[in-house]
């Protein structure tokens, strides 16, 4: 789903499925269902674009990641990274994408080893990757990283207990930097913050966005977050994508009924405003994933849902230039 005219898309997914087996039994173990994770996704990212990935929590928008990130081998379809299917590459043939592919990871306490210097934590993947063998130049890239996050280049010799939340997770997006990459999947990276630090965070985010050309996928559930740094927005549902628009399109004017749910819940800085409106919370529980139920799998909880909702499951339509929706009520 790219526009067209545009040029070739850094990253496409299609037809993305993760479904982890379940088994019982100890000595013969066999399979008795599966967890549809993520369950047929399509999208895709342009150099230099931020797509937000937003959904409640167990829908798959981390499974989607780390699937991107090769932290799981997909259960099907194809993600292709500047054109190529990285789910068929070897090992080896992994080792010098990874460098081009890095992650922000959810929470800066226990994503950098307690036992090692930050110097250290974000030395090693320079080192690793053969980058600055000489041990100066890698303790000056270093010191230079951590000036671009906004902490005192001093700080390469303190451990991560002796930092706040904030500067740990500055340090995590140091470390993602160190290998100069093009694309990075942003986990759920300023949810485990303070408010005001969080501001900070994502400033610092865009700034670095602008400043090296960078590309994002920003995995989230706070909603004024992903409004103010992405460019277009993603909605997940049980595994399925509902909803693509560009931001603004998306949260002036949402089309799927989940997504108008996720929007309306969202509360407004104004008591006058917030007292006088009306909200109707979506009804019911969000279905198992061991279990979905058919046809759509938003049916269940949907009060646009009419017999057909049950029996066939919407595909994505592009209902306006650039929105696609996948519910077949609306147009």
């Given amino acids: 789903m790219t526009d067209a005219g545009t040029d070739q898309p850094l990253l496409e997914v299609r037809g993305l499925q993760m ?8 000595l013969m173990r066999r399979q008795i269902g599966e967890v549809k994770a993520v ?33 799981e081998r997909p259960t099907a379809g194809a993600i292709l990274y500047d054109g190529v299917d990285i789910n068929t590459l070897s090992r080896s043939g992994m080792l010098g994408l990874r460098r081009r592919i890095q ?15 930050v110097g250290d934590i974000i030395g090693e993947p320079i080192q690793v990757h053969g980058l600055a063998p000489d041990a100066a130049r890698r303790h000056a890239r270093v010191r230079e990283l951590l000036q671009v996050c906004g902490l005192d280049p001093s700080f390469a010799d303190r451990y991560p207990h002796e930092m706040s939340g904030g ?12 290998l100069e990459p093009e694309f990075i999947v942003c986990d759920e990276a300023v949810s485990a913050l303070d408010v005001s630090i969080q501001a900070q965070v994502i400033n610092l985010l865009e700034d670095l966005r602008e400043r090296f050309g960078l590309t994002y996928l920003f995995i989230a559930h706070d909603l004024s977050v992903v409004r103010h740094l992405c ?3 993603a909605v997940m549902y049980l595994g399925r994508i509902v909803e693509l628009a560009g931001c603004d399109e998306l949260f002036d004017n949402p089309l799927h009924p989940y997504t108008r749910a996720l929007l309306g819940a969202v509360p407004i800085p104004d008591p006058t405003v917030e007292a006088g ?34 029996r066939s499951r919407p595909e994505l339509r592009e209902l306006r230039p650039g929105h696609w929706v996948a519910c077949s009520e609306v147009s």
């Fill in 231 to 233: 460019q277009r927005v």
């Fill in 277 to 310: 409106r009306t909200f109707q919370p979506v009804r019911g529980e969000v279905p198992s994933p061991i279990n979905p139920p058919s046809g759509c799998v938003f049916h269940p909880r949907c009060a646009m849902a009419v017999e057909g909702c049950k």
């Fill in 39 to 71: 369950d047929g996704i399509d999208f895709s990212l342009r150099r230099g674009e931020t797509l937000g990935l937003v959904g409640e929590s167990g829908c798959g928008k981390t499974t989607t990641g780390r699937c991107i990130l090769q932290l």
């Fill in 19 to 26: 479904h982890f087996p379940i088994s019982e039994g100890i």
């Fill in 167 to 178: 500067q740990r997770q500055r340090v995590g997006i140091a470390r993602a930097l160190a």
């Fill in 103 to 117: 992650v922000i990871f959810q929470d800066p306490y226990s994503s950098l080893n307690p036992r090692m210097k």
